[in-house]
C-alpha cells in the first residue's frame, strides 16, 4: 500500500498534472485528488471508453490486449492505465 | 496532393511502422498501405473511438475537441491525428 501512495504521490507532484484518479472494478473512483462531481464523471465515461478501446484492440486480434490510452485535447490530456479492470487516470496538462 | 504522398513515405519509411491508413469523415478508408480486410477493419473500429473519445471529451468540455488519441496494446501502437474532414491512423510496433 505504501508503494501504491509513493507511486500516486510521485505522479501527483510532477509538473502540469491536474489530477489523478482511481477506478476500481465495478467503476467507482476509490481514490481522486479532483472534486466529486468531476471525478464520477471522468470515472464513468473513461471507464465507458477504454472498453471501447479494449474491445477495438481485441477484435483485431483475441490475442492482443489493451495496456495505455492517452487521448489529447486542445485544453488537455488524459491519460489511462488500465490494469486488471481498475483504471488509473491523470489528467494533466499537454503543454507542460 | 504531393506534399501528402511526401509525408506518408516519410511515415510509412519510420522504424515501426507497420501500416498507414487514412479515413474520411464517413469512417471510409481512402488511403492505406495495408491489405484491404485489415484496413476495413481498422477504420470501422477506429472510427467508432474516434467519436467516442470526441463524446467523452465534449462530455467533460464542450469546447474542447479532440486533437491526438493514442492506443498502446501489447503487440503495437494505434496513432489517430484527427481533423475536420480526415482521419490518420498509424500503426506502429512500438519496440521496434
Redesign the interface.
Given at each position: 500500500m505504501a508503494d501504491v501512495e509513493e507511486t500516486l504521490k510521485r505522479i501527483e507532484g510532477h509538473k502540469g498534472v491536474i489530477g489523478t484518479i482511481i477506478v476500481n472494478s465495478e467503476g467507482l473512483p476509490i481514490r481522486t485528488t479532483l472534486d466529486n462531481s468531476t471525478t464520477s464523471l471522468y470515472a464513468r465515461l473513461l471507464r465507458s471508453f477504454t472498453t471501447l478501446a479494449r474491445s477495438a484492440v481485441r477484435d483485431v486480434d483475441p490475442q492482443n490486449d489493451l495496456t495505455f490510452v492517452r487521448i489529447r485535447s486542445k485544453k488537455q490530456e488524459i491519460l489511462v492505465a488500465p490494469e486488471n479492470n481498475y483504471l488509473l487516470v491523470v489528467i494533466q496538462n499537454p503543454s507542460e | 496532393m504531393a506534399e501528402v504522398e511526401e509525408t506518408l513515405k516519410r511515415i510509412q519509411s519510420q522504424k515501426g511502422v507497420q501500416g498507414i491508413i487514412i479515413v474520411n469523415s464517413e469512417g471510409i478508408p481512402v488511403k492505406s498501405t495495408l491489405d484491404n480486410q485489415?484496413t476495413v477493419?481498422?477504420s470501422a473500429?477506429?472510427h467508432?473511438?474516434v467519436m467516442?473519445?470526441r463524446s467523452?471529451?465534449r462530455?467533460?468540455?464542450p469546447?474542447?475537441?479532440?486533437?491526438?488519441?493514442?492506443?498502446?496494446?501489447?503487440?503495437?501502437e494505434i496513432m489517430i491525428a484527427p481533423d475536420k474532414d480526415y482521419f490518420l491512423i498509424v500503426i506502429q510496433n512500438p519496440s521496434a
Amino acid at each position: 500500500m505504501a508503494d501504491v501512495e509513493e507511486t500516486l504521490k510521485r505522479i501527483e507532484g510532477h509538473k502540469g498534472v491536474i489530477g489523478t484518479i482511481i477506478v476500481n472494478s465495478e467503476g467507482l473512483p476509490i481514490r481522486t485528488t479532483l472534486d466529486n462531481s468531476t471525478t464520477s464523471l471522468y470515472a464513468r465515461l473513461l471507464r465507458s471508453f477504454t472498453t471501447l478501446a479494449r474491445s477495438a484492440v481485441r477484435d483485431v486480434d483475441p490475442q492482443n490486449d489493451l495496456t495505455f490510452v492517452r487521448i489529447r485535447s486542445k485544453k488537455q490530456e488524459i491519460l489511462v492505465a488500465p490494469e486488471n479492470n481498475y483504471l488509473l487516470v491523470v489528467i494533466q496538462n499537454p503543454s507542460e | 496532393m504531393a506534399e501528402v504522398e511526401e509525408t506518408l513515405k516519410r511515415i510509412q519509411s519510420q522504424k515501426g511502422v507497420q501500416g498507414i491508413i487514412i479515413v474520411n469523415s464517413e469512417g471510409i478508408p481512402v488511403k492505406s498501405t495495408l491489405d484491404n480486410q485489415s484496413t476495413v477493419q481498422y477504420s470501422a473500429l477506429i472510427h467508432q473511438l474516434v467519436m467516442k473519445a470526441r463524446s467523452t471529451l465534449r462530455d467533460i468540455d464542450p469546447q474542447n475537441d479532440l486533437t491526438f488519441l493514442r492506443v498502446r496494446s501489447k503487440k503495437n501502437e494505434i496513432m489517430i491525428a484527427p481533423d475536420k474532414d480526415y482521419f490518420l491512423i498509424v500503426i506502429q510496433n512500438p519496440s521496434a
